[in-house]
């Protein structure tokens, strides 16, 4: 199993969890968050506005997934949410070794 | 060391702690956050009130535990947090390389 | 590539952000969280106000670097956060295996 986290433009994370969904993928954790990226300080446009400041508002998905599915939906992920414009997100994959269902207690990859 | 991450019903965030506090632990970390699991799209029951929407209000909790404390850990998190209803939710392991206890320079189990 | 998760004092973010900066890392993603750690239930001063509650107010801030860096990163991070007080908060280090920037499609280290 991978956790693939993905920090995107908020306006985008409709688009993402539609292809994540059309994966067959069930499961989403979505956090606000703030940050920058290599333009840091600098200008970026966003929906609209003009931000000077150095943080931003962005979406951080988490999904955890089987190894199997893990191309898949990196490629739906970046497809999805990719605009061509600065801002548009890093995408993470990072291991995880045990998962639990709570209420079935079922594990690894049948609890996802 | 591990990382355990689990995203629970928000008014089972106090029995949770209590329930890892009696195991000696002593510290987490804790994020409001949104989530779908299986049911997405469909209805959930979520204290008392009925959500159609996709996303419902979630607690993240992250406890970083010495890899000895991990098994007892899962067991009482998955105990505390478990209703039996849907939306119960998911317990995530992760490893963790390396721990600094920011005040003292402590570093990984004595971090903790 | 490692991910660093710092747990620190909400008003020493910039200070943090600057140390990082300084080091020539471009990207940040930052979370508003609340927390405990050993003093759990007691009194911890922060920013002047006395909180008998549990859980206070933290900011979360992740980075993800180069393997070459990780070690800089975590100094300036414990130099920067530190005020030698209770609460100054916790640094873990954790692996990642793959990361993509959407805009360009790059990959892994290109990718930070
Ligand atoms: N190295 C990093 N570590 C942690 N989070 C990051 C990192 N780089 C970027 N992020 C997060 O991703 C968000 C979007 O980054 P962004 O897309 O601006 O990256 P970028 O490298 O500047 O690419 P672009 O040139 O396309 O803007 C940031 O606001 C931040 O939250
Ligand atoms: N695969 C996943 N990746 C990331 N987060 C997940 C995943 N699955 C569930 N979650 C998170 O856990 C929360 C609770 O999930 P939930 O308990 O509804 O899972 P479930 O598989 O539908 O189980 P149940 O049938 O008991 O409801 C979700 O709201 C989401 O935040
Ligand atoms: N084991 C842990 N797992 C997850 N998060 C933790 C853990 N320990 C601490 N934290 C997070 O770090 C924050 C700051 O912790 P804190 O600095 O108080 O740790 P401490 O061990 O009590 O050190 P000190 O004695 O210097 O206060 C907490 O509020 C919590 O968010
Ligand atoms: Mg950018
Ligand atoms: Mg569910
Ligand atoms: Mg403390």
């Known amino acids: 199993m991978k956790l693939i986290t993905a920090v995107i433009k908020p306006f985008k994370l409709e688009e993402v969890r539609s292809a994540l969904t059309d994966l ?23 929906r609209g506005a003009e931000y000077a400041v150095s ?16 191309d898949k939906a990196l490629a ?7 605009t061509g414009q600065i801002g548009d997100g890093k995408i993470f994959v990072s291991p995880i070794e045990h998962t639990v269902r709570i209420r079935t207690g079922e594990s690894d990859d049948d609890a996802l």
């Open 24 to 46: 067959g993928l069930q499961g989403m954790t979505v956090t606000e968050v703030k940050g920058y990226g290599r333009q840091k300080g600098h200008t970026e446009i966003y």
């Open 55 to 70: 943080f931003l508002p962005k979406i951080k998905i988490e999904v955890v997934v089987p190894g199997a599915q893990v």
């Open 76 to 82: 739906a992920i970046q497809r999805a949410a990719k």
